[in-house]
């Protein structure tokens, strides 16, 4: 019995001492401190969601594993808590912990490094999946063995394998629907890289540039944690060394470079936006040269206002994009570490408010006067200027011929693997089966469904094909590549048609059936919503849509806090959490009222959602404001242009929110006469912004500041600043190179292009940063057939491996391929950059081979930089 008991006590020591030896996830007590009050936060917060999320705590956890959950849950944003479950999260945290022990690095990394840049299972505003496991499990056993240099190389190699650039809708594709897809946006690929390192223990993050100062874009691209420092590589763009890529350069030149860190930080870098969940990082001293500028707010009498809102603008997409919005100290000022360009200051304190141009370059503090009020009327001009262009930083070229035969090769992988996904038989078989021609719209959609091709093809086997095409012309490209099938089905067969739908058909598939509202991953919401409210509240409803109102008054709490990453809570969500941002509680009410048959929408502009009433849409306001009637508008412009203006890139309207201009969100690249056929403004204070791009890349930009008024004139008229541009022969071409047409295979020497309206030569390599320039061209594509001269996209033969000729480009453009000594020559001799990697090179030349126009490198807006100089070409020539 003594021996029983002393093994009893030694078995119990040895117990509690396990338990203390126990590995904490969080060793700083006050940190963990810190981390427990916020988790406790979260708990109240996410009440409504309980079981779902917090019962996974009831597991056997390890004391490691339970505090990195309680780190992630006390830095989630709401929409996290609201769509997704306690097990999904359990299963980040220990795939991520696994992946520590599982490589050589892992346990040298730093705790803070791997708490902030490894563990946290959001890039950006991503739809969640599987990525952290499926991609350790794809990619793990690739790099096992390899330094951690080596290893962050070669994840972005499989990414390249999987994905390249190309341009795509606003909504961010979760990682795995990028694979499936087979391309992305700058945003995609990156997001998709960030996943994949952290699946396999290395730190990365996104870093973005929200808006480049010399070009209306913004680019997002890796900084990965290596040797104990960060470094950069472009998002499926593999090199062969970190901090190289063709945005290095644009870099140089932006006024912000900034990022993300998941949960309370204090690292060494400068905190923009210091909060519990989240930190927003500048890191902008990593890529350009930079200084702090400080700005006073002062009254009419000069008197410092403390708390008076401040934004720093760059001008960018036709609006003043707030790169850091703050509030004056007790003396008046605000700061920001910015580069060496124009920023647009502007303030404002209840009703007044005031702006004025900061040059960086040549000073770093401004007084703003807060000496106009909302409702003054009047007119401003503004010049502006980028930071300017520097000599390009040498290059590395060490190892650059073995990194591009890998990426030939892995540009080959991946156009096999595109190639697999429309699995042509089965279509063609469904197609004779039914008797449906191949031309037809079930044809284009199953192409565009890529790795989703099950989806959509399963969806054709409904039986009611009208409502099937309904659906699918309704929802977006994106959404045929990533959409559940039964997600998609629940729709098809949960959507109700009222009496009023006969009455307007052309109401019924856009604002009823479509399950695309804004921008957020489509839900099977249909089917849970009409199932969550009984038929007497829908029967109310339909009588008195002020019953959704209030039952969304007086049940969804809202909390735009803690939704910081700009992604719609799915309605399933808001209903579940009853907590919501006010975006998805408008998308919400707009799922509602389609699941209950009524047309509904978020308006045009302002996107407050609206319904269909007595053949009109009106607006729906939560905070029991009286709505007022929108008025018909119509914006002329009477200049003589080359072109068309286009929204977001020639002028945009803004409206006060808040004491800020918020700008109103018609659709990016809505030409005018089409804006026209729908715009209705209601009465309030706007600004009407127009600009123009030099090509000295200064910026024109004009502000006309007015009101409109119930039964004002309702006719505005707009007017780009005007400076008359000459583009001046700067050379003379000499080259018989030999071209291979794409498209008919023939053979022409490039000065056989050369036509009486003379010629555009693009020399470029596949991938970004072209694909930029192939996606704005089809805007330009009447410009460019009336001109009638010849538009040669060239490259050479061994990289044309995806060239994908479109019908939607101008019909005088055309893809040749050239042998690599010819393109090598062709650049060395007619280049305009030091830096013969700085693609694409745009060459035009008049019908006397005078060189006009010569550029090296993307920015967007060249496709109207070009039509500026063919459309003086042609009057020269006439």
């Given amino acids: 019995m003594k021996n029983q008991i002393r093994i009893i006590l030694l078995l119990t020591i040895l117990f509690s001492q396990c338990q203390l030896q126990e590995i904490h996830f969080i060793s700083d007590p006050d940190y963990r401190l810190l981390i427990e009050k916020q988790f406790l936060g979260t708990k109240d917060l996410a009440k409504n969601r309980s079981a779902e999320l917090f019962d996974v705590f009831d597991q056997n956890l390890t004391l490691e594993e339970k505090e990195a959950l309680q780190f992630l849950y006390a830095s989630m944003p709401l929409s996290d808590l609201a769509d997704y479950n306690g097990k999904y999260f359990l299963k980040v945290v220990r795939t991520s912990l696994e992946a520590r022990l599982s490589f050589s690095w892992g346990k040298d990394l730093p705790e803070e490094v791997f708490r902030h840049f490894v563990l946290p299972y959001r ?18 056993d690739r790099v096992q063995g390899m330094s951690l240099h080596d290893a962050a190389l070669e994840v972005n190699h499989w990414c390249h394998e999987h994905v390249n650039y190309r341009g795509t809708d606003i909504r961010t594709s979760a990682p795995l629907s990028t694979i499936r897809t087979g391309y992305g946006r700058c945003g995609e690929e990156s997001t998709l890289l960030v996943a994949a390192l952290r699946s396999v223990c ?107 809102s401040v934004e720093f603008g760059l001008y960018n997409y036709a609006e003043f994009f707030p790169l850091f919005s703050t509030r004056t100290n007790g003396s008046g000022w605000a700061s920001f570490t910015t580069a060496y360009g124009d920023l647009v200051i502007s303030a404002s304190n209840n009703d007044s408010f005031g702006f004025r141009k900061l ?105 009611d094909q009208r409502k099937v095409l309904n659906l699918l012309e309704q929802i977006a490209e994106k959404d045929l590549r990533d959409a559940a099938y039964e997600t998609l089905l629940d729709h098809l067969d949960n959507t109700t048609v009222l009496a009023d739908d006969l009455s307007h ?53 809202i909390n735009n806090d803690d939704q910081y990453y700009d992604l719609p809570i799915t309605p399933i969500g808001v209903f579940k959490l009853k907590m919501s941002n006010e975006e998805s509680r408008n998308v919400f009410f707009v799922a509602a009222c389609r699941s209950f048959g009524m047309p509904a929408r978020l308006s045009p502009g302002t996107l407050l959602p609206q319904i269909h009433s007595n053949d009109m849409w009106v607006d729906v306001h939560f905070d029991r404001k009286p709505g007022r009637k929108s008025l018909t508008y119509e914006i002329i412009s009477n200049q003589a242009l080359a072109f068309e203006p286009e929204y977001y890139i020639h002028f945009a309207i803004a409206r006060p929110e808040q004491g800020k201009f918020q700008t109103l969100e018609f659709e990016y690249g809505q030409k005018l006469s089409r804006l026209n056929e729908t715009l209705e403004l209601r009465p309030a204070y706007y600004r009407l912004l127009t600009s123009k791009r030099l090509k000295d890349e200064s910026i024109l930009v004009d502000m006309k500041f007015f009101n409109i008024k119930p039964g004002s004139n309702h006719q505005l008229e707009l007017f780009l600043p005007v400076q008359q541009e000459i583009y001046k022969a700067v050379g003379t071409l000499h080259s018989s190179i030999e071209l291979l047409e794409l498209n008919s295979g023939q053979k022409h020497g490039l000065e056989n292009l050369h036509t009486k309206n003379g010629s555009v030569l693009v020399l470029f390599k596949p991938g970004e940063p072209v694909q930029h320039l192939l996606a704005e061209l089809p805007s330009m594509t009447k410009e460019i057939e009336e001109w009638d001269g010849s538009f040669a996209m060239i490259t050479t033969a061994n990289q044309m491996t995806e060239a994908d000729p479109s019908d939607i480009y101008p019909k005088n453009l055309n893809f040749y391929q050239t042998q690599e000594e010819d393109f090598a020559s062709f650049l060395e001799k007619y280049k305009n950059s030091t830096e013969i990697n700085n693609y694409p090179h745009i060459i035009i030349v008049n019908n006397r081979g005078q060189i006009l126009f010569n550029s090296s490198g993307y920015q967007i807006g060249l496709p109207e930089q070009i039509v500026k100089v063919l459309h003086q070409m042609k009057k020269g020539q006439e």
């Fill in 359 to 463: 040059n960086a370059g040549t000073s770093d503090s401004l007084v703003v006067i807060l000496d106009r009020m909302y409702g003054d009327e009047f007119e401003e001009s503004l010049q502006l200027l980028p930071p300017a262009k520097s000599a390009p930083a040498p290059v590395d070229t060490t190892g650059q011929y073995l990194c591009s035969a890998k990426l030939d090769q892995e540009d080959s992988l991946r156009t096999a693997t595109i190639q697999k996904q429309f699995k042509r038989e089965k279509a063609i078989a469904l197609f004779q089966r039914n008797g449906w021609e191949e031309g037809d719209n079930r044809w284009r959609f199953l192409k565009k469904a890529r790795g989703n091709f099950d989806a959509i093809y399963q969806l054709l086997l409904h039986p």
């Fill in 123 to 140: 890039v950006n505003n991503e739809n969640l999946d599987s990525a952290r496991w499926v991609l350790n499990h794809e990619i793990g």
């Fill in 202 to 308: 290395i730190p990365a993050r996104q870093v973005y540039v929200p808006r480049w100062a010399h070009c209306d874009d913004n680019h997002a691209w890796v900084e990965v944690w290596v040797d104990g420092d960060w470094h950069f590589l472009g998002g499926c763009e593999p090199s062969p060394q970190f901090d190289q890529g063709w945005f290095k350069e644009p870099a140089r030149r932006a006024m912000l470079v900034h990022t993300k860190a998941f949960g309370p930080y204090s690292g060494p870098e400068e905190l923009l936006v210091k909060k519990n969940r989240y930190s927003e990082l500048n890191v902008l001293s990593r890529y350009a040269k930079v200084k702090e500028v400080h700005v006073r707010v002062v009254d009419r009498n000069k008197q410092a206002i403390e708390g008076a």
């Fill in 505 to 557: 058909p052309e109401l019924h598939a856009p604002y009823v059936l479509s399950p695309r509202i804004k921008n957020e991953i489509l839900s099977p919401y249909r089917s849970f919503l009409l199932s969550s409210f009984d038929d007497q509240f829908v029967s109310e409803f339909l009588n008195n849509p002020e019953v959704l109102v209030e039952w969304i008054i007086q049940n969804i709490t």
